[in-house]
């Protein structure tokens, strides 16, 4: 088996659920992940092809949790179909439920438990580029496709507010930002989490300030 050539036709394959969707978590987050993902198992000493393979693959069951409002878990969704490309590509069983159990395993937002390495680096570079400031435009652009306000310092950040007009990303970062430094599983997420976190953070701070009319 070519495993690079097979990795390249589930690439392919993957590229088309993500017509249409939003761009929030289109293609372009996908090869961000991919990247992430690279960089941190090389660190981390992972299994990179199952990185590759799960990376590829970890958002194609976006579609379906947007087209039902949040209904549908993308990352169970995702987890299914990721098995029918998988063994239509010739993958075996093992590679198969290793890719999977990522897959299923990632969403920040649904605690799961991971057994491997590998789960845990994809959670990591999932979470990560939702952080920092390719994190505030992916936040700012999702708010818009579903119609969320731009802004509102005051929301209760104790309720779920997903796909409503609260569902903001400020509320995104005090309801599940906020924590996800101390989520990461490996070293170096956490390295760049902080990072990416604390510039979130002063940016958050200036905007609440300007909301209070500062100049």
Request: with cysteine; charged share 35%; proline share 1%.
């Amino acid at each position: 088996m070519n495993i690079e050539k097979e990795i390249r036709n589930v690439k392919e394959d993957a590229r088309g659920y993500f017509e249409g969707v939003f761009g929030s978590h289109d293609w372009d987050h996908v090869e961000r992940v991919y990247k992430l993902a690279l960089h941190i198992g090389e660190k981390e000493g992972a299994d990179l092809e199952v990185l590759k393979l799960a990376a590829y693959l970890h958002d194609i069951g976006r579609p379906e949790q947007a087209k039902t409002k949040g209904k549908v878990c993308h990352a169970e969704h995702g987890a299914k179909l990721a098995k029918e490309i998988l063994a239509r590509n010739g993958f075996d069983q093992a590679m198969i439920d290793r890719v999977s159990k990522c897959i299923e395993a990632h969403r920040l937002s649904v605690r799961r438990e991971h057994k491997s390495l590998e789960s845990k680096v994809l959670f990591d570079a999932d979470t990560i580029d939702s952080l920092g400031a390719i994190g505030l435009g992916r936040l700012f652009s999702f708010a818009g496709s579903i119609g969320a306000k731009v802004h509102n310092k005051d929301v209760d950040v104790t309720v779920n507010h997903e796909y409503t007009t609260e569902d903001t990303p400020y509320w995104y970062f005090m309801n599940r930002g906020k924590d996800a430094p101390k989520r990461m599983f490996t070293k170096e997420g956490r390295r760049i989490a902080q990072a990416r976190y604390e510039f979130m953070g002063k940016f958050f701070k200036r905007i609440n300030a300007e909301v209070d009319g500062a100049k």
